[in-house]
């Protein structure tokens, strides 16, 4: 069974600095997705990023880099020049490609931005 | 973009009752619909995936007969809490795939914005 890992119950940063949550995972698979959510205290899923397992090349979404390593299962969130919106819950989550779409989600990192 | 509704965000309700949460694509069709559950502080955890006309497929360890899902058409899901207990407040959330059944690809995931069921 496919299980994700946030080793990083909570965590902060401040205000214009960089951050950077962890994730592991561990499949047999090798065709599958991974994403970044936010969960801020509206309680409303966010994706940030998505990552395609057969992409070597790292995704990005403007201040928001994944660094993916296939090969060690990790799959860390890189949080560049933190603005305060960006406090929240950050959840890695996994999809094999071959499912209906169901994700599996790890137990999530409280990011704190202080000005 | 897709927007997924779900209704009510927050509920309220006396042990021994049923609560009915809707989850509805607003703009698209969702063949496929899937309920979490998410305790305080906890993760969002698969209750079930919901399929346009057939019977929803439930993870293990949830109770079928107590968490009724029915997705009767393309837009619509929903998840009835039957005898509510107060071990069953959490928020629920539903998310809907934007892809139709039968094909394999990268369809994104939309969530709706969760429901608070408090049972007293």
């Known amino acids: 069974a496919q299980t994700v890992t946030q080793s990083q119950p909570e965590m902060s940063v401040q205000e214009a600095e960089t951050v950077t949550l962890s994730c592991t995972y561990d499949t047999s698979e090798n065709n599958y997705y991974l994403f970044w959510y936010k969960q801020p205290p509206s309680r409303q899923m966010i994706l940030v990023i998505r990552?395609?397992?057969?992409?070597?090349q790292n995704a990005t979404e403007n201040r928001f880099s994944v660094n993916f390593q296939k090969a060690a299962k990790s799959f860390s969130l890189k949080i560049s020049d933190s603005q305060l919106g960006d406090t929240a819950m950050y959840f890695c989550?996994?999809?094999?490609?071959?499912?209906?779409?169901?994700?599996?989600f790890g137990k999530g990192t409280k990011l704190s931005v202080k000005p | 973009g897709a927007v997924v509704s779900q209704h009510p965000s927050w509920v309220i309700c006396k042990s021994g009752t049923s609560v009915k949460i809707e989850c509805r694509s607003l703009?698209?069709?969702?063949?496929?619909m899937f309920w979490y559950r998410q305790f305080p502080k906890q993760s969002l955890m698969l209750m079930a995936t919901?399929?346009?006309?057939?019977?929803?497929?439930?993870e293990q360890g949830v109770e079928k007969d107590k968490f009724l899902i029915n997705h009767a058409s393309l837009t619509l899901s929903t998840l009835t809490v039957t005898s509510a207990h107060p071990e069953d407040s959490s928020f629920y959330i539903c998310?809907?795939?934007?892809?139709?059944?039968?094909?394999?690809?990268?369809?994104?995931?939309?969530f709706g914005n969760g429901t608070r069921l408090t049972v007293t």
């Open positions: 998310s809907a795939r934007v892809l139709p059944r039968g094909l394999i690809g990268d369809s994104p995931l939309h």
């Open positions: 703009d698209f069709q969702a063949t496929t």
């Open positions: 989550a996994f999809r094999e490609r071959r499912s209906q779409g169901n994700l599996i």
């Open positions: 919901s399929n346009e006309g057939s019977k929803a497929t439930y």
């Open positions: 990552q395609e397992a057969y992409k070597q």
